[in-house]
């Protein structure tokens, strides 16, 4: 059985900093991309960052671009999220998705998310 | 970046009824076109990909079609367990996008 379990969320001032994780089991880790999705409080999806099956390719979403850093250690089954320099906005339940197949961008399998409150 | 725009924003139905909602990209994706179903305080699941591939485990009723810039989810007879939001994402290219969601309520 798939499983995804984030962690790391909490409440954290602005500017501040968090790193997610997400340890995936029960599918072959290292043979899947990667995805974080984040939804705001009563908001819809947004993508975030994606990453590859073996760590050498990244995207990320233009709003979070050059402030949160994916990467994965396939080692551990654990795929992260660093988070900097933390806004209001960011305010969101944080997501890992696992991605279809590769080359095929889209969600089969979804962690059941963690909070991350920014807030003085 | 691709934006999606789904129709309606929300939308009222019995059980039994036929309920389309539509999601229409802003250039050509081809079929690169997911739909995904979200209940109240749960995680998003996968209905449909490739616009129109039913994934495993998915009960029939739901279908989709579509393929350029038109894409259409229809549940064929809305059941109880149909109440949620549905959202469209495109996987054509990057950044990955999805649209504003669908919410479907009980009238």
């Known amino acids: 059985e798939v499983q995804l379990l984030e962690s790391g969320g909490g409440l954290v001032q602005p500017g501040g900093s968090l790193r997610l994780s997400c340890a995936a089991s029960?599918?072959?880790?290292?043979?899947?991309?990667m995805t974080w999705v984040r939804q705001a409080p009563g908001k819809g999806l947004e993508w975030v960052s994606y990453?590859?099956?073996?760590?050498?390719?990244?995207y990320s979403a233009d709003s979070v671009k050059g402030r949160f850093t994916i990467s994965r250690d396939n080692s551990e089954n654990t795929l992260y999220l660093q988070m900097n320099s933390l806004r209001a906005e960011d305010t969101a339940v944080y997501y890992c998705?696992?991605?279809?197949?590769?080359?095929?961008?889209?969600?089969?399998?979804w962690g059941q998310g963690t909070l991350v409150t920014v807030s003085s | 970046a691709i934006q999606l725009t789904q129709s309606p924003s929300s939308l009222s139905a019995s059980v039994g009824d036929r309920v389309t909602i539509t999601c229409r990209a802003s250039?050509?994706?081809?079929?690169?076109l997911a739909w995904y179903q979200q209940k109240p305080g749960k995680v998003p699941n996968l209905l449909i990909y490739?616009?129109?591939s039913l994934e495993s485990g998915v009960p029939s009723r739901f279908s989709g079609s579509g393929s350029g810039t038109d894409f259409t989810l229809t549940i064929s007879s809305l059941q109880p367990e149909d109440f949620a939001t549905y959202y469209c994402?495109?996987?054509?290219?990057?950044?990955?996008?999805f649209g504003g969601g669908t919410k479907v309520e009980i009238q």
């Open positions: 250039q050509g994706i081809s079929s690169a």
């Open positions: 998705a696992k991605n279809y197949l590769r080359g095929r961008n889209f969600f089969d399998y």
């Open positions: 029960g599918f072959t880790f290292s043979s899947y991309a």
């Open positions: 490739d616009a129109s």
């Open positions: 990453i590859s099956d073996s760590g050498g390719l990244t």
């Open positions: 994402q495109q996987f054509n290219s990057y950044p990955i996008t």
